[in-house]
């Protein structure tokens, strides 16, 4: 409801027909007589002759002793700040309880209460004038500072709907008005403004100048929070609905400002990377440094905003590009032996610009082609690596050897001649078959039978049977190679495998 009517808070104070009023029936409380040309008060005391001689431009209040305060709740007062569309919509729950032992409070109660609709609206209109006198204030603090009138009402960062402030100020106020003691509102706000918007999303198609039969997009993806309730109002957008979709026309806006009629390698060349002397931003930084400001503008602050172009070369530069090698897909030789050897290789390759792989930039390729053309790189870096170790080296001292040559030479191919920074996530030999039964053999006991014959007595004695058992503890210096060619009941193709 948008008033405080005299039912409501007639328990406190309500004006009386003296020539009707019982005392007896209405219990102790204090009659409080008011001139209304004069807008002066008095204590009454109760006289049989008031109905027949009463001033006319007398009033009479009869205020309640009550042992408990008065409660009122579920009023409505709507603040505006003026004509720029800020206002506030609050509820209120109050509690009133006038002491009518002491006469001051009682006189000055009705002075300030007295209206010619009634006390309620009396009542009505001062907590209104108290709300508007300091969130007015408040207001014009905000404004002056570039501060969010809703900062009262946050509690650690989160928006909440009462302001211990504004309820901590407008009693006060209320109380003073009223000389009184025994007052204490509090405010709710209506209805929240959106604090968070996580889901704003956009997909703007690109016009090449250039490329025909494509079709390349800007996908943004967005998240806001409130910073300046005022700002917000300004706009005139009421719902998180109407805000989102007033945001993503911004950001469609922007996205085509910046790349409108640019050619493919104009936008590759700058939609991620600035010039060498920081005078030209990205692309994707105009366009980032333009919405902070939209969205400023809305009484809103960026919390994340996150830009993604796909056209397949620009991967590179965004995020990188994830590159494997694996046993069943290349396999590599050693200098020595026309076995095969295999790696498990993975790296992501990325780029600060495209200065020095102008071959990959081109309409037609795939962002799948472009992984071809890396690995491709890859693998011939790596095989002329592998190609010029030997066997033993690759199978027993890769850690110790292989290792460090790889990573240098594709360090040395692909960040030195072609711009590439990149991060290897895994760099190892897959066992090989040579490897696996060495180490079966390593340490493990070996048994052998040996049958031999005798030379006494012409032959004629039995053969002399041994038995027993061997360790091999290591690999006999140049030796691998020859354990390699042999196969010593271990190789997967041998009949002798146990």
């Known amino acids: 409801m948008d008033t405080i009517t005299d039912e409501q808070i007639s328990p406190v104070i309500r004006a009386i027909d003296v020539a009707k009023f019982s005392e007896l029936a209405h219990g102790p409380g204090r009659q409080v007589a008011y001139n209304v040309k004069d807008k002066t008060a008095t204590i009454k005391s109760p006289s049989f002759m008031d109905r ?18 008065l409660v009122i709740d579920q009023v409505n007062f709507t603040w505006l700040a003026g004509t720029n569309n800020v206002s506030l919509n609050l509820t209120a729950t109050f509690q009133v309880q006038v002491d009518t032992k002491h006469e001051d409070e009682c006189l000055d109660v009705v002075k300030v209460l007295y209206h010619a609709e009634g006390v309620g609206q009396g009542m009505y209109e001062l907590i209104d004038g108290a709300i508007n006198k300091v969130l007015s204030r408040i207001y014009t603090e905000c404004e002056k500072n570039d501060t969010d009138l809703l900062a009262m009402f946050k509690k650690n960062e989160v928006l909440h709907h009462e302001s211990k402030k504004l309820d901590d100020e407008v009693t006060t106020a209320v109380r003073d008005a009223l000389g009184i003691e025994s007052f204490i509102i509090g405010l709710r706000l209506d209805s929240l403004p959106p604090q968070y918007l996580d889901d704003i999303e956009t997909n703007t198609n690109l016009d090449i100048r250039d490329v025909e039969g494509k079709q390349y997009h800007v996908k943004t993806k967005a998240e806001v929070e409130l910073c300046n309730f ?10 998180k609905e109407a805000l989102r979709e007033d945001i993503k026309k911004d950001i469609d806006k922007t996205v085509n400002k910046y790349v409108w009629e640019l050619s493919f390698f104009e936008i590759i060349e700058s939609f991620y ?10 692309i994707a930084t105009k366009i980032e ?7 400023r503008n809305k009484g809103y602050t960026i919390k994340l905003f996150h830009t993604l172009c796909n056209i397949p070369p620009l991967v590179l530069v965004d995020r990188g590009l994830r590159i494997a090698i694996t046993k069943e897909s290349h396999e590599f030789r050693t200098k020595e032996i026309n076995l095969p050897v295999y790696l498990n290789l993975t790296l992501n390759a990325r780029l600060k610009s495209f200065g020095k792989v102008q071959s990959l930039i081109k309409p037609e390729y795939t962002l799948e082609k472009i992984r071809e053309e890396i690995t491709k790189l890859v693998f011939h870096t790596c095989y002329d690596v592998i190609a010029d170790a030997g066997i033993y080296e690759f199978d027993m001292a890769f850690e110790g050897s292989i290792r460090t040559k790889l990573t240098n030479a594709l360090n040395k191919t692909l960040r030195k001649r072609f711009g590439f920074l990149i991060e290897i996530a895994t760099l190892q030999p897959v066992l090989s078959e040579n490897k696996a039964r060495l180490d079966a053999l390593i340490n493990e006991p070996q048994p052998f039978n040996l049958n031999i014959s005798s030379q006494a007595d012409g032959c004629k004695v039995d053969n002399v049977r041994y038995q027993g058992a061997f360790i091999v503890t290591e690999m006999a210096p140049n030796g691998y190679s020859r354990f390699v060619s042999r196969d010593y009941g271990y190789c997967h193709s041998s009949m002798k495998r146990r």
């Open 52 to 69: 027949f001689y009463l001033n006319k431009s007398n009033r009479v209040y009869f205020l309640k002793q009550h042992t408990k305060p």
């Open 230 to 239: 005022q700002l917000y109002k300004k706009t005139g957008l009421e719902s």
């Open 273 to 282: 990377t600035s010039t060498v002397a920081g005078e030209t931003k990205a």
């Open 289 to 295: 440094e333009d919405i902070c400001e939209v969205v």
